[in-house]
């Protein structure tokens, strides 16, 4: 068949019918040895269509009109240049050479040809000289603007066309996994459907955020995504604890600092998060004879005045039955308020991973954010202000292999299902002294709005932040059917 053969001939024809200008995501310098970056931040090279049979198949898989301009996006990265025979060059991420030279790679500048062209006739061939429109991708361009509404691609739902950078669901979810093949496909047809203009892609409609509701007549009550478990506000998602940095205000609202001698200067040891009106959880041994009341809504702990912070005390605390061994497996506590809290944009429950997709999926290679007022690095001191840092999950044969190097693997339980390996193996960034308890925070899409759910609990470690030892979390999806139970005997 000549499917690709075709293809070229097509392509050829349509890259010389008009020049773009390059968008936001491109670089605006030719770059050495032909490096590029695709849309979607992957890097590619320059090189001849011929060499690039992903773009061929594009048209397999897209409508003719899709494809065209996706390509054109490709082509424009690379400046609108072609070979010496007349090749259009464009961003591939994985071109074929085979045993070709590349010498037709050289790129050579495109001359757009004057709308008043006409047909120049030879006794071999006959050229057409395509018109050319410099205004091709103007917000005035009917053909060309994106569509106001479109389709999401991976679940039908309603969307609107819109940068990338400014769908904060989107960039939520590719900053959480940027490794995921699926997800990035996904993009790219995304931006197909926003007709490949810019950064584009059509971006879920956010609904509007509903307040958390509760029965008074049942404390245990675990708040569902419908009712508002999981929302926090839009917040810096930079690489932010060790390593991290500050988080802003009302970000984390599940936050809650664990409190023990009401009269000390430093009260605070461990961390926990808020899952229901009445229940707070964290780590088992973070259970000590002195505990007694939980801060929430709380910021920056050297002032009174930026938020309206409350504190509550507690009433009853339930370790793990299991918890004590040497494997510190286990480590995993509800702590019970004496009376119900009041939901505000600063404080409210983060959601659990109740359902079975959540408790079956796998999270490795993801990076979930945790957050706290523990130590800034290993031996120094506390943070005022809550932090904020992404980690990656990791396998849990990562943590078992570091933690056996340093002479920490104690039983060979250790490192099973029911705990989370997770951290930087570069060091620097982790949390620390003062952070156990805390939660580890995945974000999930939910009807278009993102929500965060504890998946893990700050455990343990080897010091803080040290190379190629990651942190030890609490895996919560383990221990679902407990802390239900516990929240029924209230």
């Known amino acids: ?197 810019g950064t584009n892609i059509c971006c879920p409609k956010v609904e509007q955020r509903k307040p958390v509701t509760r029965s008074n007549g049942a404390t245990w009550h675990l708040p569902t995504e419908d009712e508002g478990c999981g929302l926090t506000r839009p917040s810096s998602l930079s690489t932010k604890v060790v390593g991290g940095g500050d988080s802003q205000m009302g970000a984390w609202p599940w936050m809650a600092l664990i409190g023990y001698d009401r009269y000390s200067l430093s009260p605070f040891r461990c961390g926990g998060s808020l899952i229901t009106a009445r229940h707070v959880l964290t780590a088992a041994h973070c259970i000590l004879r002195d505990l007694s009341f939980v801060r929430l809504g709380e910021y920056d702990l050297s002032t009174e005045t930026e938020t309206k912070h409350v504190d509550i005390d507690v009433v009853k605390s339930v370790k793990h039955p299991n918890f004590g061994g040497r494997d510190r497996r286990y480590d995993i506590a509800i702590l019970y308020l004496e009376k119900n809290v009041e939901f505000t944009d600063l404080i409210c429950p983060i959601c659990l991973p109740f359902s079975t997709q959540l408790r079956n999926k796998s999270y490795v290679g993801y990076h979930p954010f945790v957050a706290g007022w523990g130590r800034l690095m290993e031996g120094g001191r506390s943070s005022n202000i809550l932090q904020e840092l992404q980690i990656e999950i990791m396998d849990n044969s990562v943590c078992r292999q570091s933690y056996e190097a340093n002479r920490r693997l104690v039983s060979s339980q250790q490192f099973d299902e029911t705990v989370v390996c997770a951290g930087d193996l570069g060091g620097g960034r982790d949390t620390c002294g003062g952070d156990s308890g805390g939660p580890l925070m995945m974000a999930e899409p939910y009807k278009g709005i993102t929500r965060f759910y504890a998946l893990g609990v700050v455990s343990y470690g080897i010091g803080c932040g040290r190379i190629g030892i990651p942190g030890v979390y609490t895996s919560t999806r383990s221990y679902m059917d407990w802390i239900l139970e516990c929240l029924a005997e209230t």
């Not at 000549?2 to 200008?21: D, R």
């Not at 590029?36 to 001849?48: A, Y």
């Not at 409508?63 to 007349?86: G, H």
């Not at 103007?138 to 691609?153: F, K, L, M, Q, Y």
């Open 1 to 197: 068949m000549c499917k690709s053969k075709c293809v070229i001939a097509l392509l050829q024809f349509v890259f010389t019918l008009a020049t773009t200008s390059a968008h936001g995501w491109m670089a605006f310098e030719v770059p050495a040895n032909n490096a590029c970056r695709t849309p979607l931040g992957d890097w590619g090279q320059c090189v001849s269509l011929k060499y690039c049979q992903e773009v061929l198949t594009l048209y397999e898989k897209l409508n003719v009109n899709q494809a065209t301009r996706y390509s054109k996006v490709l082509r424009n990265i690379c400046y609108n240049r072609v070979t010496p025979d007349n090749y259009p060059i464009l961003c591939c991420r994985r071109p074929t050479f085979g045993d070709t030279s590349q010498d037709d790679n050289q790129i050579v500048p495109i001359t757009p040809v004057p709308t008043s062209a006409k047909s120049t006739t030879t006794t071999t061939t006959t050229t057409v000289s395509p018109v050319y429109n410099s205004d091709e991708r103007s917000g005035s361009d009917d053909i060309n603007s994106p569509p106001e509404t479109c389709r999401v691609p991976h679940d039908g739902s309603q969307g609107s066309c819109k940068p990338f950078q400014s769908c904060e669901v989107l960039l939520r979810r590719a900053q959480q996994n940027p490794t995921d093949t699926e997800f990035r496909k996904q993009l790219e047809l995304s931006n197909a459907i926003c007709y490949s203009i």
